[in-house]
Each structure stands twice: as C-alpha cells, then as structure tokens.
C-alpha cells in the first residue's frame, strides 16, 4: 500500500476554546484568484452554482495556499484531478450558511437548547465571526473545500455530495465498514486519495467534512499543534478603495 492508500484515522472534533485562542500573526499573503489558474487544477465555484446570495463566481484563496493545492494536483494519479468548489467567503455567503442550517437543525431539534445546536451546527458550518482574534476559518483563505473527477470532469463517489451533513460525512466514516461493498470500497480509496494528497502538500483536514481543508488559519495551527496562525480575516478589495489609497499615497 502506498501513501495515497492510507487509512484516514478517525480524529476529534477541534476543542475551539484552545483553537481560538492561539494567537494570529498576520503575514498578509494576498488572496489571488483561481480562475485563470492553468492546469493541475479545476475550478468550480459551488456556492455561486447553487444560486447563494453574494457567492463569487471565481474561487479566492492565499498565494501560498494555492501552491499547496497545485502540489496535492500533482501527486494524483494520471486521469484524477483536484476540484476546488469553495475558498475565501464574504462574510454575507457565510452569515447565510449558518442561518440556513440553524434553520434546518431548529425544525429538527425543537428541544434542544442554542448550546446544544450550535454543537450541531459547526460540525459543518463555522459561526460568522470578523473578530481579529477568532475569525470563520473560510474568512481567512486558508480553508478550502474541495473534491476530485475524472479526466473528462466526472465526480468521483465520495460516498455523499458536498455538504451533506450525514453521519458520512466524517472523512473517516466509511473506514468503519467492516465488508464494505464495491462501491464503498471506490468511496474509501477515492476519500484516501484525496486525503492523502492534501495532507501530503501541508494541509489538515476537519473530520466532520471529508471535503474540508485547511492551511495558515487556526484550524490548521491547532491540528499541527503550532504556536500560532499565520492568516486572519481576509478580504478582497474592491476598486474604489484601492485608488483612494493610491491617491492618498500619492498626495503624501
């Protein structure tokens, strides 16, 4: 068996206490664009397809979080490709995401209390937060979701779509199977594939989301036990704020 074969272990949920309190230093890597990215790696904007108010209709992550996903391209096996279907998200895409699973969980669970749900919750959808010191991991560009196809852009069976929020889920749930059919049996080698090559190129992984990624952020410090973060919240900047900096410089 070789490394893009190994067994995903099952991990812990981040204890998020200890995770939003490592400190952030900022080292201002810019978000950049995928669109225009050329070949190992493809680019499908899930949100905007799905119609989510103020979803990009272009994929944004940290310049060196980009050369991290066209390294994890690289090592796949000839005829797979990487996916990127979501990185750096306006605060409004991930306001929406949470109020519409909290939605979703209060219907299911009308006896629960917020404590209790909010548990539920951010095992799939961070809570919003631009606070310097705790900010949603996507808000920083350090996390990214991504999935694999074949050569002519066919997904790959993953065991459940993206964002699905199932107990199948967890990037290590099919690993349980004892006699697993063939078909799980493509799912747990496609989940290993994946795994394999994103942790390879230095990204860690939330157990609740086999699609999920991260680097830089403080996901990504707490599961390699760093002492701190390398990104907090990021944003793009639009037009008209960059030429009054311009000349506002240009004045000095």
């Known amino acids: 068996m070789n490394f893009l074969s ?6 812990p949920e981040p204890d998020w206490s200890q995770l939003h309190a490592l400190p952030i230093m900022e080292n201002d890597d810019p978000l950049v664009p ?13 949100y905007f397809h799905l ?4 979803a990009l209709s272009d994929c944004y992550v940290r310049r060196s979080v980009l050369s991290r996903l ?10 797979i490709e990487l996916v990127v ?28 209390g917020d404590a209790e749900l909010l548990v539920r919750i951010r095992h799939f959808v961070a809570p919003p937060s631009r606070e310097p010191e705790a900010p949603s991991p996507h808000l920083t560009g350090g996390s990214v979701d991504v999935t694999l196809c074949d050569g002519e852009g066919n997904w790959l069976d993953m065991g459940t779509e993206f964002d699905d929020i199932s107990p199948w889920s967890y990037s290590a749930a099919f690993e349980a199977i004892g006699k697993p059919s063939p078909r799980e049996g ?17 990204f860690t992984n939330l157990a609740s989301e086999w699609w999920h990624f991260d680097y830089g952020n403080q996901s990504w410090a707490w599961h390699n036990q760093a002492p701190e973060a390398m990104f907090g919240a990021a944003s793009l900047v639009a037009l008209d704020q960059r030429w009054l ?8």
């Open 186 to 202: 493509d799912v747990i080698e496609n989940r290993r594939l994946l795994h394999s090559v994103m942790t390879h190129a230095g």
């Open 70 to 79: 066209q390294k994890a391209a690289r090592l796949l096996p000839a005829g």
């Open 245 to 252: 900096r311009q000349v506002a410089n240009f004045v000095q």
């Open 85 to 112: 279907l979501d990185g750096w998200r306006p605060f409004s895409v991930q306001q929406y995401l949470f109020d519409t699973l909290s939605t979703a969980m209060r219907l299911h669970h009308a006896g629960e």
């Open 51 to 54: 119609g989510v108010p103020d």
């Open 6 to 11: 190994q067994a995903i272990a099952a991990q």
């Open 34 to 46: 995928l669109g225009l990215v050329a070949s190992p790696l493809r680019v499908y904007p899930a």
